[in-house]
């Protein structure tokens, strides 16, 4: 890891977005919008220290890592990025990346592309083409701006920390962008490709683009003696596991097929087979990781999960909390927006004579377009 640090301006007002609470901790697919661009830093490794500047700590409800440091902003953007680059002085940086938490689409790909350019540049700002015809305004007169010749800038924006900090310590008016230091005293800025998807949210509207997905999952396995016993990622002290192929674990095994379900990508048995020796015995968390993977990378995101574990023994109520924090877990997902009830069948069936244990789950998906 090189000496790269990452700032994230997240202490403006919001004005333009009308809300109450500043859009930075707005929920925008599951999390606070600043966390977004948080977890994506945190993720790359790329970075020694993260610097969060924000004006309300209150509003941080969750613990990150000791590299996640937390500090107070200025009134105004170019303040708040002065004060982020005045802390980070002490530790030395060679190269810092100012970023605005309203961009929360941004991919780990662009990070490395910036930080990659770094070598042989002192500025390096992503760009994208514009879509749509820009006008501007002389002495109330109309006149085209050639769309070939322009371009809109993004965040995160790369530099060699030394150099921006010397122009950013000089610098007396407000500033846009930091990539603006350099083009007003003349100094050479690498514009590199942008991502179409890493727009700026300012409106409301920015973040309502969304489609609703829901899937049904179920599954049932017998209990047998001898076998240890899984419900939802953890070990259950029971005298009987599952029979099945994997770990029999029928929580996440229904979970699975309610997301592939969701996402219309057929079922469990299309992505683990039971015919398949390197799935004997397979922790089922094991077949959980893929198929977040295949949720992440197709643009979903999960609202809430409803699960009914169907069986007469063990009693759910003694082991939700720990099954909830596992599915938290291993789904990334806030605890609040998981259910799960425990039902019995009144002695009714396999499952009444407690010889199987049963599970079905209702997901519901939103996907951002």
Same mark, same amino acid.
């Given at each position: 890891m090189m000496n790269n640090y990452f700032i994230i301006l997240a202490s403006g007002q919001s004005?333009?977005?009308?809300?109450?609470?500043?859009?930075?901790?707005?929920?925008?697919?599951?999390?606070?919008?600043?966390?977004?661009?948080?977890?994506k830093a945190l993720n790359s490794k790329l970075f020694k220290k993260i610097i969060l500047v924000i004006n309300d700590k209150k509003q941080i409800k969750n613990k990150y890592p000791k590299n996640v440091i937390i500090i107070k902003g200025g009134k105004e953007r170019s303040d708040s990025s002065l004060i982020g680059l005045r802390y980070i002085k002490k530790f030395k940086p060679?190269?810092?990346?100012?970023?605005?938490?309203?961009?929360?689409?941004?991919?780990?790909?662009?990070?490395?592309n910036l930080i990659n350019s770094l070598k042989k540049d002192k500025a390096v700002v992503p760009v994208i083409n514009s879509r749509d015809s820009?006008?501007?305004?002389?002495?109330?007169?109309?006149?085209?701006?050639?769309? @070939? +010749?322009?371009? &809109?800038?993004q965040t995160p924006q790369a530099f060699? =920390?030394?150099?921006?900090? !010397?122009?950013?310590?000089?610098?007396?008016?407000k500033?846009?962008?930091?990539?603006?230091?350099?083009?007003?005293?003349?100094?050479?800025?690498?514009?590199?490709?942008?991502?179409?998807?890493?727009?700026?949210?300012?409106?409301?509207?920015?973040?309502?683009?969304?489609?609703?997905?829901?899937?049904?999952?179920?599954?049932?396995?017998?209990?047998? @003696? +001898?076998?240890? &016993?899984?419900?939802?990622?953890?070990?259950?002290? =029971?005298?009987?596991?599952? !029979?099945?192929?994997?770990?029999?674990?029928?929580?996440?095994?229904?979970?699975?097929?309610?997301?592939?379900?969701?996402?219309?990508?057929?079922?469990i048995g299309t992505f683990f087979p039971d015919n398949k020796r390197k799935f004997k015995n397979i922790r089922s968390p094991k077949m959980l990781k893929p198929i977040i993977e295949i949720l992440n990378k197709n643009n979903f995101y999960i609202n809430n999960l409803d699960i009914n574990l169907i069986c007469e023994q063990p009693k759910v109520s003694k082991y939700r909390?720990?099954?909830?924090?596992?599915?938290?877990?291993?789904?990334?997902?806030?605890?609040?927006?998981?259910?799960?009830?425990?039902?019995?069948?009144?002695?009714?069936?396999?499952?009444?004579?407690?010889?199987?244990?049963?599970c079905e789950v209702i997901v519901s998906l939103n996907k951002h377009d």
């Amino acid at each position: 890891m090189m000496n790269n640090y990452f700032i994230i301006l997240a202490s403006g007002q919001s004005k333009r977005f009308n809300s109450v609470k500043p859009k930075q901790f707005i929920k925008y697919k599951n999390k606070a919008l600043f966390e977004h661009s948080l977890e994506k830093a945190l993720n790359s490794k790329l970075f020694k220290k993260i610097i969060l500047v924000i004006n309300d700590k209150k509003q941080i409800k969750n613990k990150y890592p000791k590299n996640v440091i937390i500090i107070k902003g200025g009134k105004e953007r170019s303040d708040s990025s002065l004060i982020g680059l005045r802390y980070i002085k002490k530790f030395k940086p060679n190269n810092v990346l100012i970023h605005d938490a309203a961009r929360p689409n941004f991919t780990i790909k662009l990070l490395n592309n910036l930080i990659n350019s770094l070598k042989k540049d002192k500025a390096v700002v992503p760009v994208i083409n514009s879509r749509d015809s820009i006008k501007y305004n002389v002495k109330n007169q109309l006149f085209n701006l050639k769309r @070939k +010749n322009s371009f &809109l800038t993004q965040t995160p924006q790369a530099f060699r =920390f030394n150099d921006l900090y !010397k122009l950013s310590i000089s610098q007396k008016t407000k500033i846009q962008d930091e990539a603006t230091l350099f083009i007003e005293n003349n100094l050479k800025v690498k514009f590199i490709k942008g991502e179409n998807l890493n727009t700026k949210i300012t409106f409301k509207e920015d973040i309502i683009n969304t489609k609703t997905y829901f899937g049904i999952g179920f599954d049932i396995h017998r209990l047998i @003696k +001898n076998k240890k &016993l899984y419900l939802g990622g953890i070990k259950i002290p =029971f005298h009987s596991g599952l !029979k099945g192929h994997s770990d029999g674990d029928v929580i996440l095994h229904a979970i699975i097929d309610a997301l592939l379900g969701a996402m219309r990508k057929k079922d469990i048995g299309t992505f683990f087979p039971d015919n398949k020796r390197k799935f004997k015995n397979i922790r089922s968390p094991k077949m959980l990781k893929p198929i977040i993977e295949i949720l992440n990378k197709n643009n979903f995101y999960i609202n809430n999960l409803d699960i009914n574990l169907i069986c007469e023994q063990p009693k759910v109520s003694k082991y939700r909390d720990k099954i909830l924090k596992s599915l938290s877990h291993l789904l990334n997902l806030d605890k609040d927006l998981i259910n799960l009830k425990g039902k019995t069948v009144e002695k009714l069936g396999l499952i009444g004579k407690e010889k199987a244990i049963a599970c079905e789950v209702i997901v519901s998906l939103n996907k951002h377009d």
